[in-house]
């Protein structure tokens, strides 16, 4: 099991869910934050105030899956999220040690692998 | 030209009282532009709130410089049927002596008729929010101001061949309303759809703003419609109790719509029903009694409400539906007009319904040779104007918003990050913006 974080630009937040639907990847956590990667800063200006601004919007994504799901899921925020042009974003993956359902109490695989409906 | 010139230049007289309701008129008219401004801004996304804001300002400085110098004499100097002439350009001999026709001075009277060409432009903007270059608008918005409005002001107010035939359009339903809602399909055509329109939910980011702006622009329409007599007369009185009257019928069916098709009244719908019902009631407002403006109310909703469910399942992305609201419901109250005109009421001439059915042929006239005239001036300018210049931003730099891509501004900027850089070194990054390639 892994937790893939893919820090992505907030205009692409739709492909991005849109490829993960296409990747069956069902179960995701998505919150808006504010970074900086090697993207140029914007300046803005306030009146007589010039200011760099040096964090942009991004969205970020969590998604907790099964080992065969990793690359799946790789490629969909890779593939959705691209615009080929610095400031698209990263992808991290790191090791799960433990999930679980509350609902069910389920832990590992089962927790993670979406319900049949 | 001289002072002493200008107090005596027309024979008549001017009314202190009328003038002072004209001078407030005036104010309540103007501060349309901006209200329009936040109800635009509330119904586009966040990442474009000022830009779609600045394009209802822009209408405040390009119109009203280009009304000055030749749109007021192209809409109200004699000139001909079609066209008034430039004897009026730059404001000439337009003094502190009454306008003809009328018992306040013609430099009032000038001002008044130039936020009806304020707001008009403004209106426009709506059909093309989210997408068109700052620059091509300002172009836009200038040249539309007098080859668009100030033709057809003068076509309904100026002497020209509608009014001469006896069109009744009391406070602008040929020129503001079929003229913006008109020349808004044709503007939306040119352009083009947005990029995300039809793929994505489009959903407007701040109801709030919509139902302020709804409310502001209402309490203007009270000078828009009760300042179109140009007294404290019978017809300005008429026209301003209708205001209040056709708006509130518009309202209470439009909720009804709202019940029976989405089972709940909506906040945006209702803002959306103010306006049309302000819109209805534009040319009707000194003409009809005020139990035939609840009517009008009630019943012009309707073709409106239509619009609006209808317009977003095709593919043209005539953004804020400037057509349905302003376009479709100035028709329904130029045609209303027509059969409901009553001159016990209006002291001028009565519809079909009372007795006069050719007052219908002229409504109807006007309701053809408008839209007709709107839309092709429109198009035509659009793509004459595209050969010039882009028209619209590039996909990134809509991807990106364009408050910050246009203005280099954000509505909600949170200064999270922002570092404070010398004046001196001025603005010398650019922004950001990759190729859409």
Known sequence: ?117 | MTLPVLIAAAPGRVDAGDTAWMLVATALVLMMTPALGLFYAGLVRGKNTLNTFMMCVAALAVATVMWALVGYSIAFDEGNALIGGLDHAFLRDVGFGPREGTTIPHLLFMAFQATFCIVTVALVSGAVAERMRFGAYLVFAAAWSVLVYAVLAHWAFGGGWLQSLGTLDFAGGVAVEMGSGFSALAAALVVGARKDYGRQALLPHNAVYVLLGAGLLWFGWFGFNGGSGFSTGSSGVLAFTNTLLCPAATLCVWFALDLIRGRQVTAIGAATAIIVGCVLITPAGGYVSPGSALLLGALGALPSYAGIVWRPRTRVDETLDVLAAHGVAGLTGILFVGFFAQELWNGVGDGLLYGNAAQLGWQALAAVATPVYAFVVTFALLRVIGLLMPLRATEREEALGMDVVQHGEEAYATGEGAILISPEDGVRAPVPVADPG
């Open chain 1, 1 to 117: 099991m892994k937790l893939v974080i893919g820090v992505v630009r907030p205009e692409k937040a739709n492909d991005v869910m849109e490829a993960l639907y296409r990747a069956e990847v069902r179960g995701l956590s998505v919150s808006r934050v504010q970074g900086h990667g090697g993207e140029l800063d914007r300046v803005e200006t306030y009146r007589g105030t010039t200011v760099q601004m040096r964090l942009s919007e991004k969205v970020r994504f969590e998604v907790a899956v099964s080992d065969p799901y990793v690359e799946p899921t790789i490629n969909a925020l890779c593939e959705g999220g691209s615009t080929g042009e610095v400031g698209d974003g990263k992808i991290f993956v790191v090791p799960l040690e433990r999930v679980v359902r509350i609902r069910t109490g389920e832990t590992g695989d089962s927790a993670v692998t979406p319900v049949e409906k």
